[in-house]
């Protein structure tokens, strides 16, 4: 079935804005239509996921996320980039794995299954789409979805 990939993430901002009143959400798309067939059950959780994530640890007080839709030849580029606490570098190679949460992950909010990210990395190894990060403490964390254009 198609989706409108920007349609879907303008309906996940809007949840998250409301959830996170205190959180400045911006959304940059570059020139198309971002239209996918995949499951829109998976691709909304997988989103989901990932923003939820950036809300819950950016900066309670400033908090910023930016999201981005670009195109690349044969696929599209999600980001989704926080001005939060980051991801130390000894936790970084586990980020994706089931139950795992970054030590300073636990300070920051004490609840949390761990599995949000692990899901994530399903879906996304299901789709045939791949996902990765880059991450500063104290400085933020941005993840990518590579997403292969599919005729």
Do not use: C
Not at 7 to 36: C, H, N, V, Y
Not at 38 to 50: A, C, D, G, P, S
Not at 54 to 67: F, N, P, R
């Amino acid at each position: 079935k198609m989706i409108y990939l920007s349609k879907e993430i303008e309906d996940i901002m809007a949840m998250i804005q409301k959830r996170f009143p205190a959180i400045s959400l911006s959304f940059t798309k570059e020139g198309d239509t971002f239209t996918i067939y995949e499951n829109k059950l998976l691709v909304r959780q997988m989103l989901l996921n990932i923003l939820v994530n950036a809300a819950e640890y950016s900066y309670k007080k400033d908090g910023k996320i930016t999201v981005g839709l670009t195109k690349n030849p044969g696929e599209y580029i999600f980001s989704s980039k926080d001005n939060g606490i980051g991801i130390p570098p000894k936790d970084q190679p586990k980020i994706f794995n089931r139950f795992f949460r970054a030590s300073n992950a636990r300070e920051t909010k004490e609840t949390g299954t761990g599995l949000g990210l692990f899901i994530v990395k399903m879906i996304a190894d299901h789709l045939g789409w791949h996902v990765s990060f880059e991450s500063e403490v104290g400085k933020g964390t941005t993840f990518f979805v590579k997403i292969p254009i599919k005729k």
